[in-house]
């Protein structure tokens, strides 16, 4: 099984991701990102086989050392359709979501002799334990197992060796900055990557993971549309993750599902990740249709809280700030907001008119007060746009610096973006935004159910 253990060498690890970058390189010669006309007009000038090669060679390599360099294909293939020609578009898509949740597996006898080191007796826990795994990420697998009590479980343990190949993964970050570059280019600043890295590496922590389920979970308890599986904390090590078992449906099966219940679905998505990361003021940047399963009663479960974090009020207020300056199209005051802050720099070619085009290019889905139905080329230039505004018009904005507070933020606002555009969910999404945009209260059924169970809520504590 030599072909299936994971390198946890540094030098063996950087050569891996050395002889990718490289590839990856050379394919790009006579290839180019030409981002045309508005952002949902975004398209790519690739050569189908090198897409096709590029798509390939990511998922055998990145998803084979899984760790943190599988995160880098993760993050890939969120990044739908328009950015391949038409004919390869599914092909390029099916391979690189296989990085979601389905990697390439580790013996079953292997990830029990790990949980076993943690846990002692695997037989005094569990009644039974499904040998084949309900997912495999990039830093574990998740099986279905039963305790004792009857009570079903999801318990997800740590690949061997997982920990030392993170870390030596965020030795070799030099890799990382061209990889990165490759898909996101503004990703290659020392101190958006010294962020990035420190996520990730808080990833290992499945006894802060297993903390922060459980405070979420207790958040959710009782809620008429969102469910959160608890951790169970007395079986909760660092190497073991114990929680609850959410039987649903996988998200990518709500595609099937007729129009009215995938826009019941993308407005739960939208409330949990993006009204839930403002509300809060903490998030789940992870917000990849993986993570997604939706309940035969239409109730919607998160799971996976490793990329949990907090954003202090103050750099949400920015954020909200500028969006309502955007919003009505107040250039200047987008300007002075990210000048004060250091994002604009001063003598900076960008202008009060490049700040309102480019915040309208990468988040007027929250601003345009009409519905819109989230397309996977949408969703998927926005992202573009976001990380590598090439656009003649937005070229100048290239120059803006993001703070690294608002790396996850922005992450977890986007990738909510294209999980809507996966299942082409439909909305006036800036309805849903004003609650947390101008603090008004929801418009809509689902919004005014779930004020009222949060008022019962407020009521029954005091």
């Not at 063996?12 to 006309?37: D, H, I, Y």
């Not at 008429?224 to 007395?234: L, N």
């Not at 929250?366 to 949408?378: A, F, Q, S």
Request: net charge negative.
């Amino acid at each position: 099984m030599a072909d299936r253990q994971i390198p946890t060498g540094r030098l063996a690890r950087g050569a891996k991701l050395g002889r990718l970058a490289a590839g990856q390189a050379a394919r790009g010669v006579g290839t180019r990102l030409a981002m045309v006309g508005r952002t949902e007009q975004a398209r790519q000038v690739m050569a189908a086989r090198s897409t096709l090669q590029a798509a390939q060679q990511i998922v055998t390599v990145l998803g084979g050392m899984k760790g943190a360099a599988m995160k880098l294909g993760q993050m890939a293939s969120v990044l739908d359709l328009d950015l391949i020609p038409e004919d390869y578009r599914e092909m390029f898509r099916t391979k690189l979501a296989a990085l979601l949740d389905s990697a390439p597996e580790v013996p079953f006898t292997d990830m029990m002799a790990v949980a076993q080191r943690d846990l002692g007796d695997l037989g005094r826990i569990f009644a039974d334990i499904d040998p084949e795994p309900v997912a495999a990420a990039s830093i574990g697998q998740v099986y279905r197992a039963q305790l004792h009590d009857g009570r079903l479980v999801a318990v997800k343990v740590k690949y061997p060796g997982v920990d030392r190949a993170v870390h030596a993964d965020m030795r070799n970050m030099q890799f990382f900055s061209g990889l990165w570059k490759a898909f996101l280019p503004s990703a290659g600043d020392t101190k958006v990557l010294d962020e990035i890295a420190q996520h990730i590496v808080a990833e290992l922590d499945y006894r802060q993971e297993a903390r922060n389920q459980h405070r979420v979970a207790g958040r959710y308890r009782g809620h008429p549309y969102i469910t959160v599986p608890d951790s169970i904390g007395e079986f909760c090590t660092d190497n073991v993750l114990v929680t609850e078992f959410f039987e649903g449906r996988p998200f990518q099966d709500i595609r099937e599902l007729p129009a009215r219940l995938r826009d019941h679905v993308g407005e739960l998505v939208y409330r949990f990740y993006v009204t839930g990361m403002y509300a809060d003021g903490e998030y789940c940047a992870d917000p990849h249709p993986g993570n997604v399963l939706v309940a035969r009663d239409g109730r919607v479960g998160f799971v996976d809280f490793g990329l949990y974090t907090t954003i202090e009020r103050e750099h949400l207020e920015l954020e909200r700030q500028v969006m309502c300056a955007a919003e009505l199209f107040r250039g200047d005051e987008v300007y002075r907001l990210w000048a004060q802050r250091g994002i604009v720099e001063p003598g900076s070619v960008v202008t009060p008119h490049d700040c309102l085009e480019y915040v309208w290019s990468v988040a007027g889905w929250h601003l345009l007060d009409e519905k819109i139905t989230v397309t996977p080329e949408l969703a998927t230039s926005a992202v573009v746009l976001a990380a590598d505004p090439r656009a003649a018009e937005h070229r100048s904005v290239r120059n803006l610096l993001l703070p690294p507070e608002h790396v996850f933020s922005r992450r977890a606002d986007l990738f909510t973006l294209t999980a809507l555009g996966r299942i082409e969910a439909t909305h006036n999404w800036h309805r849903l935004a004003r609650e947390w945009l101008h603090h008004e209260a929801p418009t809509t059924d689902i919004g005014r159910v779930i004020e009222a169970w949060r008022r019962a809520e407020i009521r029954a504590r005091q």
